[in-house]
């Protein structure tokens, strides 16, 4: 309800009028005692920081050990995106599609409009202007997000380009998208009454809403990273995935490296992999073939525009990363655990008794004693972990050592190759590349891991992630793949070529047949050297695969037999999961391309043949 004693809106002279309406709208909705631009500038950064420490948000550690290094704690009950709560509102049901949860947009904005009537009261509401890829860029676009929680405000300093030189390019007349978010923990009742505040704020009810057509997100009781970080799953993957599609291009869950050969040709990669393979350690991969560099320019989105010269360019719409922690180790991922030694917020991992932090998998000995991720004392006879297994570091992305050169570049760079990677016990071999652009999108739509764990479900069952996008699709997954299909004849043969590789085979006792980690980089070095023209590959069901004597295994000792059994393809595991795949199609129903189900029985003729 608005009141007559309107909050003051304080916006820069700069602002346009149409911004100032809408911030006052969300400002008369929600009822905040303040409103605050943030302008990115480093005072305002110790400001905020400074302020979060009073309320017990942001624990200092020990600055001596990690200067300019924070850990926060979040309420145990908001530790992760909430796929449930997390809803496309399209106007039409089926434009949202069988893999999200749809819901209808009249209803969930009266929904909304109830619960953000008075969520911000007794709180700073803050403005955030920011840009997602480098600032001005052509493939970049901007945003304001909403929020009343200084932890995401200094999370988006750090993970996208935040603050008045953002504001100037809206100023200019650049599109931007709205976003508003709230924790949903107001300090004061309708009444006026004042509760204290806490150290995580939020709601036990949450709502993560996409609104397509109008490209808006609103996003209610979470404080926790894609919930509340719009920019990151919100923004550069539902939204802009939608916007992709309309305007021609991709906005998609993948890492981009720049990797330099012996003979210093540079070649850029894209690669999308489902949650739990890994992707953060490929994207600061360390090779151990020697000769090869590798630079990471993004390690979690990629946004894809056709340049002049019809090649695909991709840029990191993001600034920082929000990675896992739990595993990140020395030996696991150097690179990022160097990254971390200055200048970061660490969520939910654990305290150190000297003030410093900890995780499961950082050391091969835990410390003696720590206090755990829900500030409890923990010891190696703990029976709960120490950090979260969802635990999480916010750092800038100019911190990895392993950070290209050419990564703010805002023309982005011309992509090679783009991987498929799956988590596959069975079947699929260690790389193969696709014969063409739409059996590559029907590899990518078809990527799945194998359960390995009953609390995932049945063991051995496939749980189909496609393109990694499973929860990040904005639109109807089959009308996505329509997209790719359409970008695919617009690249023509300047398309980037499609290889899927999968690092987590296993022999019949169990045991990984890859060591992965820096030997991905002998798999990677083969696709690259296809593109080059220098190898030729052979055909199989699969896909074309390498000639084994091709692969570049200087320095690596497998046992007896392994290459062969990383490349073995047994017609009737594969006929059996052509079965599979046709059945999955059909929850799609009449969507899904027909050049999809073709690909489908280009597999079985390949079984047919080969049986
Ligand atoms: O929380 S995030 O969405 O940023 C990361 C993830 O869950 O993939
Ligand atoms: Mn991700």
């Known amino acids: 309800m608005a009141e007559d004693t309107a909050v003051a809106l304080n916006a820069p002279e700069n602002a346009p009028e149409s911004l100032k309406q809408w911030v006052g709208q969300v400002a008369d909705l929600t009822q905040p005692d303040e409103i605050y631009w943030v302008t990115g500038e480093p005072e305002e950064k110790e400001r905020l920081y400074a302020q979060m420490v009073e ?28 796929e449930a709560r997390t809803f496309i509102c399209s106007a039409k049901e089926e434009d949202a599609g069988p893999t999200n949860n749809w819901a209808d947009p009249e209803q969930m904005r009266e929904t909304l409009a109830e619960k953000f009537d008075g969520a911000m009261r007794g709180r700073t509401m803050y403005v955030i202007p920011f840009s997602m890829g480098p600032l001005g860029g052509n493939i970049s676009k901007l945003g304001i997000e909403i929020t009343d929680s200084p932890y995401v405000v200094a999370s988006m300093l750090i993970m996208t380009r935040a603050g008045n030189p953002a504001l100037e390019l809206i100023a200019a007349g650049e599109y931007w998208v709205p976003a508003v978010h709230s924790v949903g923990y107001p300090l004061t009742d309708a009444e006026g009454n004042r509760r204290d505040e806490i150290a995580w704020p939020c709601n036990d009810e949450k709502y993560i809403t996409h609104f397509p057509e109008s490209r808006e997100i609103w996003s209610y009781g979470s404080g926790y990273g894609g919930n509340a970080l719009l920019g990151k799953k919100c923004y550069a993957l539902r939204i802009a995935s939608v916007l992709a ?12 490296l720049r990797i330099t050969s012996p003979e210093g040709r540079n070649f850029h990669l894209t690669a999308a992999f489902p949650s739990a393979t890994g992707k953060t350690n490929l994207a600061m991969l360390r090779p151990t073939i020697p000769g090869w560099k590798v630079e990471t320019i993004g390690d979690d989105i990629a946004w894809m525009r056709p340049g002049a010269d019809g090649r695909l360019y991709a840029i990191n719409p993001e600034a920082g990363f929000f990675g896992v922690a739990p595993g990140t180790s020395e030996k696991t991922n150097p690179t990022a655990l160097h990254a971390l030694g200055h200048d970061t917020i660490f969520t939910n991992v654990a305290l150190t008794d000297d003030g410093d932090i900890w995780w499961e998998g950082m050391t091969d000995e835990p410390p003696a004693h720590l206090i755990d991720w829900r500030g409890n004392d923990w010891t190696p006879e703990s029976e709960t972990p120490a950090a979260h297994p969802n635990s999480r570091f916010t750092v800038a992305a100019g911190q990895a050592e392993s950070i290209s050169p050419v990564w703010e570049d805002p023309a982005g760079v011309p992509v090679d190759v783009i991987l498929f990677g799956g988590r596959r016990a069975t079947n699929v071999p260690l790389i193969s590349e696709s014969y063409s652009w739409e059996h590559g999108v029907f590899v990518g739509a078809t990527v799945s891991s194998e359960q390995t764990a009953a609390a995932e479900g049945t063991v051995g069952e496939l749980r189909r992630d496609p393109f990694a996008m499973l929860p990040f699709c904005g639109y109807n997954m089959a009308d996505y793949w329509s997209h790719w299909l359409k970008m695919g004849e617009e690249l023509g043969d300047k398309a980037p070529r499609i290889f899927q590789v999968n690092w987590f085979r296993k022999d019949e006792d169990g045991n990984f047949l890859w060591p992965g980690f820096g030997d991905n980089s002998r798999p990677i070095e083969w696709a690259l050297r296809r593109v080059a023209g220098q190898v030729e590959a052979r055909d199989a069901i699969s896909g074309r695969l390498p000639n084994l004597e091709d692969l570049n295994l200087e320095g690596l000792e497998l046992g007896e037999g392994v290459l062969e059994q990383l490349f073995a393809i047994d017609p009737q595991a594969w006929a059996k999961e052509a079965d599979l795949t046709e059945e999955y199609f059909k929850m799609f129903g009449d969507k899904v391309p027909e050049q999809l189900l073709q690909q489908l029985s280009e597999i079985r003729s390949r079984i047919s043949q080969s049986a």
């Open 245 to 256: 599609r309309d305007e021609g291009w991709l906005a998609e869950h993948m890492l981009i």
């Open 55 to 82: 309320t017990g948000t942001l624990i200092p550690l020990n600055q001596d050990l990690r200067p300019g290094c924070y850990l926060a704690r979040s309420a145990p009950s908001d530790v992760a995106r909430v």
